[in-house]
């Protein structure tokens, strides 16, 4: 059997003090009853005596959830004691969780005290939180700059007035990860009722990067607790990350030796749930939860990928929650990857199909960050069964604002001659359609044009689609492309394409040409 290392998530307290990320009691219900479903063990519900908001949802959330332990914060000062009992003694499982200075920047700074001060203020209120309540906790703010010998001192002191976990906060973000396995060490060989008597807690800060790493030390070094928070949300640079741990903890297990009660597959989920209370998104490259965490666009990845998961992912991405992970298409990929895709599409390429196909799909990436299926679907079905086309748009320009008479120029290739001319109309497309109908000597009646973005953001394709009456018949043509002037050209010569089949195109592949 590995050793439990029990995940203490303060979302609800610390993270939710990075500045914005304030939430509301029906808010901190919601969270706290995903981080009950993710499995931690100790809910960090807020901070009771900071406002009547606080502790009534603190208050809410001791009611509402039943497996964790929820803990409410207190200075080492009787009235916070008393108000973060009154808020957490309807839990199921309460805590009070203690927090008292011990490096001399603080004492002397912050708290004005002497360390015999801070020494008998920490022994006293632990002894009076331990009368009301049977779990309490005392953390030692600034733990990692403070004298080692000060902190088994006052370490050794609140475990014997009845402290149960012993937190060593990075407060600052301080401290490497090597140092502070030493430190850690140290505690423990000054202190033997550390680990016997008292778990040995940590609370690891980013402001140098190094929470999540700072936290592995620990659990090497003997740590059996971490607090940690949802996407590494906290104040300044953040906490350590809970999906960042636990996910190494469950990767590296052969050489971390230890487990957690958390169920990884709600992590996507909850990541998810967090980010939306806050208004705090989560970086694309963060590591587990980010969008780019699980996705490849690299075409030799993506090659490596699709033969072997394993070759560039040390994680499967349904191990957090994801349904699988997300092969992107851009300018980096290469036919592999567009070739799955293209078939999980339902098309049918042949191997001379797909390379026109490729060609047409890198001239797109080219102009778009991310090429999705919508994109795809539109390319396919532009070259949907065309017959060697008469009709080839090889450039369209138009001009147009305020003031200016909108014009156009356009090069088409018509039976192998090129064709060339300008001309004017009431808009930018209008001008494109009458120098084309000129160009080819057709008039067709326009009698419908509609255009919508085939996907989301700036540089999403617009999809054109218009119907034109040529000789009695109605014809239908697409056109797609990040240029609404283009991709209204390309409409207008598929259906001229059209005209010259004879019929509608059929079916779905597309074919060389």
């Given amino acids: 059997m590995h050793p439990e290392v029990k995940i203490f998530d303060t979302t609800l307290r610390d993270g939710e003090q990075s ?3 304030s939430l509301d009691i029906k808010q901190k219900i919601e969270v706290a009853q995903g981080l009950e479903a993710l499995g931690v063990d100790v809910i960090e519900a807020g901070f009771p005596i900071s406002s009547p908001g ?15 332990v929820v803990a409410g914060l207190a200075r080492c000062a009787p009235a916070d004691i008393e108000a973060a ?44 939180a331990r009368a009301l309540c049977r779990d309490i906790e005392f953390s030692a703010e600034d733990a990692t700059r403070s004298d080692p010998d000060f902190l088994a001192r006052i370490t050794a002191a609140v475990i014997e007035a009845g402290a149960r976990t012993i937190n060593i906060p990075d407060t600052v973000g301080y401290i490497m990860p090597s140092e502070f396995e030493a430190l850690l060490r140290d505690l423990q060989a000054r202190v033997p009722a550390l680990g016997t008597k008292a778990v040995l807690s940590v609370h690891c800060h980013n402001d140098l990067g190094m929470a999540t790493a ?3 030390a620990a659990i090497r070094a003997g740590a059996r607790q971490v607090e940690c928070t949802v996407n590494g949300l906290g104040e300044r640079a953040g906490n350590a990350a809970l999906e960042e741990i636990v996910m190494a903890l469950k990767t590296r297990q052969a050489f971390y030796g230890v ?37 490849h666009e690299s075409g030799i990845h993506q ?13 499967d991405a349904k191990d957090i929650g994801l349904q699988e992970n997300q092969l992107v298409l851009g300018k980096h990929s290469g036919r592999h990857a567009l070739k799955r895709r293209v078939q999980g599409l339902g098309y049918d390429l042949s191997e001379t199909a797909l390379n026109v196909f490729f060609e047409r799909f890198k001239e797109l990436a080219d102009k778009k960050k991310e090429v999705f299926d919508e994109d795809l679907v539109a390319l396919l079905d532009e070259g949907a069964g065309a017959p060697a086309e008469v009709y080839v748009l090889e450039h369209v320009q138009a001009t147009s604002g305020t003031g200016m008479v909108p014009t156009a120029a356009v090069r088409l290739r018509v039976h192998g001659q090129v064709l060339q001319g300008s001309g004017t109309g009431d808009g930018p497309v209008d001008a494109v359609y009458q120098t084309m109908a000129e160009l080819v000597g057709k008039h067709p009646k326009l009698t419908g044009y509609a255009i919508k973005a085939i996907t989301g953001g700036t540089d999403a394709q617009g999809e054109v689609t218009v119907q034109m009456l040529v000789n009695g018949r109605t014809l239908t043509g697409r056109g797609a492309h990040t240029d609404i002037v283009v991709a209204s050209a390309k409409a207008y010569v598929n259906a001229l394409n059209r005209l010259e089949k004879g019929k509608p195109a059929q079916g779905k592949k597309f074919r060389s040409r």
């Fill in 259 to 295: 487990t957690t009660h958390i169920r990884t597959r709600e992590i996507s989920r909850v990541s998810r749930l967090v980010s939306s209370a806050t208004g705090m998104a989560v970086q694309r490259n963060k590591a587990v939860v980010g969008a780019n965490a699980f996705a």
């Fill in 214 to 216: 700072n936290s592995l």
């Fill in 54 to 68: 606080d502790f009534a949802a603190v208050q809410a959330v001791a009611k509402t959830v039943r497996r964790p």
């Fill in 85 to 128: 009992w009154k808020a957490v003694k309807s839990a199921k499982s309460p805590r009070l969780h203690l927090f008292l200075s011990t490096s001399p920047l603080h004492m002397e700074y912050k708290l004005k005290k002497t360390p015999d001060e801070v020494f008998k203020l920490a022994v006293d209120m632990v002894r009076a």
């Fill in 19 to 21: 500045p914005g990320a």
């Fill in 303 to 315: 090659d490596g990928i699709l033969k072997q998961r394993l070759t560039y992912e040390i994680m």
